[in-house]
């Protein structure tokens, strides 16, 4: 998702200035749910069918998010260690707490969504330290995000409806140990923001 953003923000023919990712299995169910970015980092995929339309627990992150431009760049972007299934959506929730920043949501009414069903991707398996996204870790995510991306670019495609970049990381296997005990000044809750960083766009 970091490469995404990277490879969108250097270009030079057009400027964006909202970014929403999105998990390809989800479908908004109203079209009042507007895709646009607000005052606020926005969870706008809150509701499933599969949940029975109701938070799996309140600060749940996940299936779909906005972020202005400068709302990305100062929670640092999405952690880069995180490889697999689970736990950056949780991350990403306490990184934009560390940048002073609440998040908001359309209504119950308005939020709601599909989930498609399928089968688990078998390339994509279990993050092994998915655990890790419950813990509060200011200092870790200045150290890790955008301003530690590496990567090489292989592939970048402009399709009619979409962009296909592919890109070459290090190996998973050295680049995600396990998990480890969170230390003492790792905490599990997040702070209440105190101020808003954010500019509408």
């Not at 990305?72 to 490889?83: A, D, K, V």
């Not at 292989?154 to 890109?167: C, D, Q, S």
Request: aromatic share 14%; charged share 25%; with cysteine.
């Amino acid at each position: 998702m970091n490469v995404g953003f990277v490879e969108i923000v250097r270009r030079k023919d057009r400027v964006f200035d909202c970014f929403i990712f999105h998990d390809v299995d989800s479908l908004p169910e109203d079209d009042r749910n507007i895709y646009g970015c607000y005052r606020l980092p926005r969870h706008v995929a809150a509701f499933y069918d599969k949940l029975g339309y109701r938070l799996k627990y309140y600060k749940m992150f996940g299936g779909a998010t906005a972020f202005t431009r400068r709302q990305f760049e100062l929670s640092n972007g999405y952690s880069n260690e995180f490889w697999g299934w689970g736990g950056e959506d949780d991350d990403m929730e306490k990184r934009i707490a560390a940048a002073n920043f609440s998040f908001m949501r359309f209504p119950k009414c308005v939020a709601r969504y599909t989930m498609i069903k399928h089968e688990r991707d078998r390339g994509n398996p279990s993050n092994n330290r998915a655990a890790l996204g419950w813990y509060y870790r200011p200092e870790v995510y200045q150290r890790d995000g955008l301003n530690t991306l590496r990567y090489t670019l292989v592939g970048y495609e402009e399709r009619l409806l979409y962009t296909k970049i592919i890109a070459s990381f290090s190996s998973p296997s050295t680049a995600a140990p396990k998990a480890s005990t969170p230390t003492a000044t790792e905490s599990a809750a997040s702070p209440t923001p105190s101020s808003d960083r954010s500019s509408s766009s």
